[in-house]
Nanobody, 126 residues
Framework: QVQLVESGGGLVQAGGSLRLSCVASGRTFSSYAVGWFRQAPGREREIVGAISGNGGSTYFPDSVKGRFTISRDNAKSAVYLQMNSLKPEDTAVYYC???????????????????WGQGTQVTVSS
């Protein structure tokens, strides 16, 4: 069992930056791929970034590529999502998720993740 807790959300003006954190408790964190997802009201949950268990592979959809980066510190059981050049359309609840997946393997769909955090709200004002 893995428990995930997100933090770092808030209100920011367009063009600003936020750094989200996801801290895990439970089993060996390096054995888990982690993804960041977001969901805005009335919209489906979508992935905004993913990182492999060893940190050697990352994935970003075109909507955030070049603006978002993801990193992890397995010693701290933490994954970070750095969001730059934020836009009003980035407003959503952001979730981190984890799935057992060693090495460089990524997971980039919501159903492939087993554990989810409670989410943190990000609001970008225009």
């Amino acid at each position: 069992q893995v428990q995930l807790v997100e933090s770092g959300g808030g209100l920011v003006q367009a063009g600003g930056s936020l750094r989200l954190s996801c801290v895990a408790s439970g089993r060996t964190f390096s054995s888990y791929a982690v993804g960041w997802f977001r969901q805005a009201p009335g919209r489906e949950r979508e992935i905004v970034g993913a990182i492999s268990g060893n940190g050697g592979s990352t994935y970003f959809p075109d909507s955030v590529k070049g603006r978002f980066t993801i990193s992890r510190d397995n010693a701290k059981s933490a994954v970070y999502l750095q969001m730059n050049s934020l836009k009003p359309e980035d407003t959503a609840v952001y979730y981190c998720a984890a799935a057992w997946s060693r090495g460089f393997v990524l997971r980039n769909t919501a159903p492939s993740y087993d554990y989810w955090g409670q989410g943190t709200q990000v609001t970008v004002s225009s």
